[in-house]
């Protein structure tokens, strides 16, 4: 059974930090591309940032400079670093693991900004 489980959400103020992590079970995890994801209310799922299974990472142009996104393919386990938090970064953050011909999602962790 595959399961990607999140955690590190929560609320913190403008300007602090948060990192999330995303821990995989029943997949080659090694051989996935793992994403982050996040989608605010009334709004539609957005790609905040990738890694190949190479390491190769990419990330949305909203968060280049404060995410970064690293896996340890020794823990079966992806991260998300955020800092510089904005209020706009409020949402519920979902974890990907991709092949070409499938992918999984975990359940979410919210990240709040707010004073």
């Known amino acids: 059974q595959v399961q990607l489980v999140e955690s590190g959400g929560g609320l913190v103020q403008p300007g602090g930090s948060l990192r999330l992590s995303c821990a995989a079970s029943g997949i080659s995890f090694s051989l996935y591309a793992m994403g982050w994801y996040r989608q605010a209310p009334g709004k539609q799922r957005e790609l905040v940032a990738s890694?190949?299974?190479?390491?190769?990472?990419n990330s949305a142009d909203s968060v280049k400079g404060r995410f970064t996104i690293s896996r340890d393919n020794a823990l079966n386990t992806v991260y998300l670093q955020m800092n510089s938090l904005k209020p706009e970064d409020t949402a519920l953050y979902y974890c990907?693991?991709?092949?070409?011909?499938?992918?999984?999602w975990g359940q979410g962790t919210q990240v709040t900004v707010s004073s």
């Open positions: 990907n693991a991709k092949l070409p011909t499938r992918a999984y």
């Open positions: 890694i190949s299974s190479g390491g190769t990472t």
